[in-house]
């Protein structure tokens, strides 16, 4: 009867909002009944809360073919579909002009303003507020990059912010010619490390002040906001707070990005977001978030995460309730943060263009857009000349199928709200665990591993490994091994680490800081927003930390990090150290890397051996063997690292110096 019930329960719940005043206001709060999704209740969530999504790819989805529906099977605007689901804005990014001088669009949804414009109107028509994303580029725009607009290149900085203002206030009106009701206005996408092309922190804030001066004047009643990403750099975000507080820069929203994979834990943002809120006044919120319901590429184009990826960390099974459950928690960790007024799933609707392989997708992406990247753009940013027209690298993030139909997980908006706990739990996922030990350490593999229910909840439980000589691995060395076994049916993996004694303190740097390593310029630049080097939880080849380093220019990267050590015995030793990376460019150059790892003894570089950075997740191990050493000498070990491309990042792991005999 219960169930029954609630199936005929209208999809819409009217809340009366009295005040002081005796005045009364229906807020309405929709939801879509759920049989099997367990959604725990976000207890406190204000009834304004933004439960946002961007779907600015949807205009180029749909001109490719695609189709959504509705839960009951029938075609649907998508719109109405995430409206009924409890969606509440709609956020879309903005590009100056993403197209060629021949009009060919760039990909990536084609998003300028006349997109906006008519997402915008159906957003309006179902409810929906409008949340305006202005990048102030032709293209992407992010941490990585911010490339000045073609029509800007020319114009002085004092011209420049009269176009961004005229730009601003032009885009704005003609949304509100048309109906389109804006609530939020971002001045600026993950602005990091610039803005419209400017790196300087005055001009920077100077430009936003004049985007903000035009949502002012056309939408006085739309909050404006400011957008950074990588939270997990807390420093960086306290500094970037400052700087609009020292330059008076008139917003009310501090927004961020939070990708579980990549911007640390969820008190870290917590604490970030509710400091900057506490200390500057300022609402806070995600801009940003996203989790896979599934580890397959679904458009055979590449996912940023996935079981392909070389990601093998997660907070949550790639699952539906491992999505529901990764959405529920940001929620509630933004809902109880001082000032906090909501979260935005990104593009939870861009879903394969439905060709049966790579090249019926590829001729979709190029010519409709909607592709992460068409070949057409390499003329504006030359980085993407690689990407082939690029697939939607998101599709196992959304709540859609292949085929356009609702993925169960896409209720849990409006489920967040009242909870939907009472539902049969089973188990969603098993823990892949990793494990260090030591050479001269006497151990065995686990006898257990956690299981991780719908519910998110963990039980322990026996597991099967394959058979695995540990004396032969120890006796190898230092090594990392893969070992299959079987729980509950499911096939888990163990990450097992043997290391020999290492003579090296800290070295995984999971004290979190760099002591007792020493960092020595090589650059001659300084360190700065825009070229960070130390220890971080961003990309840890094992535990939690690494010592991580970035540049947005070029000609920036140069150091070294070392550390002397304190040796009792004279023989031969062996030192090797992991580092992975990449750079701005899509394949990176290694002539332009000057990579080494690097043994003194008394002041002199006695032994050394390059290495390399690639890609993402592709670590490298540089290995000198046959170190001589006699008590009494000096003896320190390091890496250097240059790279003179711009955007080149990476992080050195696990330092390991061993005694061989």
Not at 3 to 8: A, D, P, R, T
Not at 120 to 144: N, Q
Request: glycine content about 10%; hydrophobic content about 35%; overall charge negative.
């Amino acid at each position: 009867m219960k169930k029954q019930l609630l199936k005929l329960m209208l999809p819409v719940v009217a809340l009366s909002l009295g005040g002081l005043t005796g005045c009364s206001k229906k807020v309405e709060h929709k939801f879509i009944p759920s049989e099997t999704l367990y959604v725990q209740k976000v207890n406190d969530m204000p009834d304004d809360f933004i439960l946002g999504m961007d779907v600015s790819s949807v205009l180029s989805e749909e001109a490719a073919g695609v189709k959504y529906y509705n839960f009951e099977g029938e075609e649907e605007d998508l719109m109405k579909v995430l409206s009924d689901s409890g969606v509440n804005y709609i956020r879309v990014r903005v590009w100056n002009k993403p197209q060629t001088k021949q009009g060919v669009y760039y990909g990536g949804g084609n998003n300028d303003i006349n997109a906006a414009v008519e997402i915008g109107k159906r957003a309006t028509k179902y409810g929906m507020k409008l949340l305006v994303d202005f990048h102030y580029s032709d293209f992407w725009a992010d941490p990585a990059k911010q490339k000045v607009p073609k029509d800007w290149k020319k114009l002085t900085y004092y011209e420049m912010k009269k176009a961004l203002y005229e730009y601003t206030r032009d885009s704005l009106k003609l949304l509100k010619d048309n109906g389109v009701d804006v609530g939020m206005v971002q001045v600026g996408n993950e602005s990091n490390n610039g803005l419209a092309g400017e790196t300087d922190w005055i001009r920077i804030t100077a430009l936003m002040q004049r985007g903000s001066e035009a949502v002012r004047e056309v939408y006085p009643g739309a909050k404006v906001a400011v957008h950074f990403a990588n939270p997990e750099k807390s420093d960086n975000y306290y500094k970037y707070a400052k700087a609009l507080s020292d330059y008076n820069v008139d917003y009310d929203v501090f927004g961020s990005s939070y990708y579980p994979y990549w911007h640390g834990t969820l008190d870290n943002l917590s604490t970030v977001l509710g400091t900057i809120a506490d200390t500057y006044n300022k609402k806070v919120m995600v801009m940003e978030t996203s989790y896979c319901f599934s580890g397959e590429d679904f458009d055979f184009g590449g996912n940023t995460i996935g079981e392909t990826s070389g990601f093998d960390t997660k907070d949550y099974p790639f699952s539906i309730a491992g999505q529901t459950n990764c959405l529920r928690n940001v929620t509630d960790t933004v809902v109880h943060t001082k000032n906090g007024i909501g979260v935005c799933y990104w593009e939870g609707a861009w879903i394969s263009a439905g060709g049966s392989n790579w090249e019926e997708n590829h001729a979709k992406w190029e010519q409709y857009g909607c592709g992460w990247a068409s070949e057409a753009a390499s003329e504006y940013d030359p980085d993407v000349k690689d990407y082939g027209g690029g697939g939607t690298m998101v599709d196992n993030q959304t709540f859609f199928t292949t085929n356009g139909k609702p993925l169960e997980s896409l209720k849990a908006f409006g489920l967040m709200r009242r909870g939907n706990e009472e539902v049969p739990t089973y188990i969603d996922g098993i823990e892949d665990p990793t494990v260090i030990h030591s050479t001269d350490e006497d151990f065995t593999l686990p006898a257990t591993v956690n299981v991780v229910k719908n519910d998110n909840s963990k039980v322990a439980v026996p597991v099967v490994w394959e058979d695995f000589d540990i004396e032969a691995a120890k006796a190898a060395g230092n090594g990392k091994y893969t070992i299959a076994g079987v729980a509950e049916g499911r096939a888990v993996n163990l990450f097992l680490v043997i290391m020999e004694k290492n003579f090296i303190e800290n070295y995984s740097f999971e004290t979190g800081a760099a002591d007792p390593w020493v960092r020595v310029p090589v650059s001659t630049v300084p360190f700065s927003n825009t070229y960070i080097v130390g220890v971080t939880n961003e990309n840890p080849q094992t535990g939690d930390y690494a010592y991580h380093f970035w540049a947005n220019n070029e000609n920036t990267v140069g150091f070294e990090v070392e550390q002397t050590l304190h040796l009792t015995s004279s023989g031969t030793y062996k030192y090797q150290v992991s580092i992975m990376g990449s750079t701005g460019a899509s394949t990176p150059d290694p002539t332009k890397q000057n990579i080494y790892a690097y043994v003194k003894i008394n002041g002199v570089v006695a032994y050394q051996e390059s290495g390399n950075i690639t890609y993402y997740k592709e670590w490298h191990d540089i290995l000198i063997q046959n170190i001589s050493y006699t008590v009494g000498d000096e003896i320190v070990v390091g890496v250097h690292v240059e790279s003179k491309e711009a955007g080149s990042w990476g992080d050195i792991d696990d330092c390991m110096f061993n005694f061989v005999g």
